[in-house]
T-cell receptor, first 114, second 109 residues
């Protein structure tokens, strides 16, 4: 099993550009989520999904869209990139939050918006 | 809204000294989890605490969950250079994991 795979690892965007961060897991996990990590602020939840076709907002959803058309994939879309979105992004999945399972994290995407 | 506070933000210790990080939630948690992130890496699950007053040990690491299920601590005895990294607590409430801001541990050999 590859676990949680995130692409790309690094990305530089200009203000106003759009892009999609990819996340895929091969563990048949129901729960998938996106976090951003900024210095001194820990990991903040952007969006999450409890299953295919179901998504919901986290703490900091503005400027981001998600969809969950399959169990395996949970892409994060930046609609119009802003410098405030410069961060490290992590995708994380879990078998099911209903059973208090642990989160498995991808290796992260370092995004810079100029 | 839900908040999980973690202190201290940084801790520098000499190898062999003990280390403790504390986590406090503004609301009662159903469970709390601890993660470790090595420099340049991603968070990796360490442990989960579910019961009020629960204490769990993993070798030199001791984890506690408060009686009111609103606070937790991680204590490392006799730190080693391999303990370097950032330690996060995460509280689970209604499908959302709320992470603390993390404690960055540096261990001087």
């Amino acid at each position: 099993n590859a676990g949680v795979t995130q692409t790309p690892k690094f990305q530089v965007l200009k203000t106003g550009q759009s892009m999609t961060l990819q996340c895929a897991q091969d563990m048949n996990h129901e729960y998938m989520s996106w976090y951003r990590q900024d210095p001194g602020m820990g990991l903040r939840l952007i969006h999450y999904s409890v299953g295919a076709g179901i998504t919901d907002q986290g703490e900091v959803p503005n400027g981001y869209n998600v969809s969950r058309s399959t169990t395996e994939d949970f892409p994060l879309r930046l609609l119009s990139a802003a410098p405030s979105q410069t961060s490290v992004y992590f995708c994380a999945s879990s078998y099911s939050l209903a059973t208090n399972e642990k989160l498995f994290f991808g290796s992260g995407t370092q995004l810079s918006v100029l | 809204g839900q908040q999980v506070m973690q202190i201290p933000q940084y801790q520098h210790v000499q190898e062999g000294e003990d280390f403790t990080t504390y986590c406090n939630s503004s609301t009662t948690l159903s469970n709390i989890q601890w993660y470790k992130q090595r420099p340049g890496g991603h968070p990796v699950f360490l442990i989960q605490l579910v019961k009020s007053g629960e204490v769990k040990k993993q070798k030199r690491l001791t984890f506690q969950f408060g009686e009111a299920k609103k606070n937790s601590s991680l204590h490392i005895t006799a730190t080693q250079t391999t303990d370097v990294g950032t330690y996060f607590c995460a509280g689970n409430n209604f499908n959302k994991f709320y992470f603390g801001s993390g404690t960055k541990l540096n261990v001087k050999p």
